[in-house]
């Protein structure tokens, strides 16, 4: 496979794909045995690779490859297992110590004046096989947060603690901001508040979509397992930061076509609000505007 060709099907350079195969190659090496002839790590990789970036059956990757379908399938998950294992902590993880953690609030803060933000949430949706158990409750999700203590300031006499930036669809708590609901009739603070919003958190929307741009596998019903499903994504999500991180090139061409979101409502407009929330968004409106 050429380079031109080897960056367009697995998504990274010549020079990305020896260093990763080189990294996995102690945890995905197999020797010959005196029935079968081993497949190399270069090729479990590749496969591994052309699976997630491509909507291709496993059958197709089979007939690709020279491989038998029975093949590819636990190559795949072995190769994807091994990425989880041995990079994912590496590749992904949140800041922890105070430094960086205030290096993030500036850096959010840069993007449109909006303070005390620490990170931004969005819903990014993966079909897979209804488990057995609880097959309606499936893509359901529940998210839950904490946040470091100590770097809260004082805004307007409130305490006003660090945040996380959510969309419409999430509820408004005391430690996740969503934009106020327009119903035609917001006042300029609150037009200013949503707007500083949404070009902040527009970052993880467009992280969203290069990882399923890249992996175009996650915009297709994944079936397997839960088990295997939630290491496939993983996977996933470690080879977009390796790829990032060795400064890839990313074809906007592979976004034609991605969805993010797929029948994900926004919450109960009429549900109780958090008043410690709306006296905290408050001064952060007064801030922006």
Same mark, same amino acid.
Request: charged share 25%; hydrophobic share 40%; net charge neutral.
């Given at each position: ?6 960056? &367009?099907?697995?998504? !990274? ?23 079968? %002839? ?5 090729? &479990? ?18 007939? $690709?490859?020279?491989?038998? %379908? ?20 590496? @590749?992904?993880? @949140? ?23 620490? *990170? ?8 897979? $096989? ?18 470091? !203590?100590?770097?809260? %300031?004082? !805004? ?14 999430? *509820?408004?708590?005391?430690?996740? !901001? ?5 119903? *035609? ?13 949404? %070009? ?8 969203? *979509? &290069?990882?399923?741009?890249?992996? &175009?596998?996650?915009?297709?019903? @994944? ?67």
């Amino acid at each position: 496979m050429d380079r031109q060709r080897l960056g &367009r099907e697995l998504r !990274m350079s010549q020079v990305t794909f020896e260093k990763l195969c080189e990294e996995l190659a102690p945890f995905v090496e197999r020797w010959d045995t005196k029935y079968r %002839k081993v497949i190399s790590v270069r090729e &479990r990789v590749a496969i591994t690779l052309y699976r997630l970036a491509d909507t291709a059956s496993y059958r197709a990757v089979s007939n $690709l490859f020279g491989v038998g %379908k029975s093949t590819v399938c636990p190559i795949v998950l072995e190769v994807c297992s091994a990425i989880v294992e041995f990079l994912f902590k590496r @590749l992904i993880h @949140l800041s922890v110590t105070r430094q960086d953690i205030e290096t993030e609030v500036v850096a959010f803060f840069k993007r449109a004046g909006f303070p005390q933000v620490v *990170g931004a949430l969005d819903g990014c949706h993966v079909a897979i $096989l209804a488990p057995n158990e609880n097959p309606a409750d499936y893509d359901a999700c529940c998210t839950r947060t904490f946040l470091p !203590m100590g770097l809260s %300031k004082v !805004m307007t006499n409130v305490v006003v603690p660090l945040a996380i930036l959510g969309d419409s669809a999430y *509820g408004l708590t005391n430690w996740l !901001m969503r934009p106020f609901t327009d119903r *035609g009739n917001l006042n300029n603070e609150e037009v200013a508040f949503n707007t500083a919003h949404s %070009k902040t958190r527009v970052v993880v929307e467009n992280a969203f *979509g &290069r990882l399923k741009g890249r992996f &175009r596998s996650l915009g297709r019903r @994944l079936d397997q397992s839960v088990e295997s499903a939630t290491t496939t994504v993983t996977a996933c999500c470690v080879l977009h930061n390796y790829g990032e991180v060795m400064k890839e090139e990313f074809d906007e061409e592979w976004l034609e076509g991605v969805q993010l979101h797929l029948n994900i409502q926004p919450c109960d407009r009429e549900e109780k609000q958090d008043r410690e929330a709306i006296d905290i968004s408050n001064p952060l409106k007064n801030f922006i505007s």
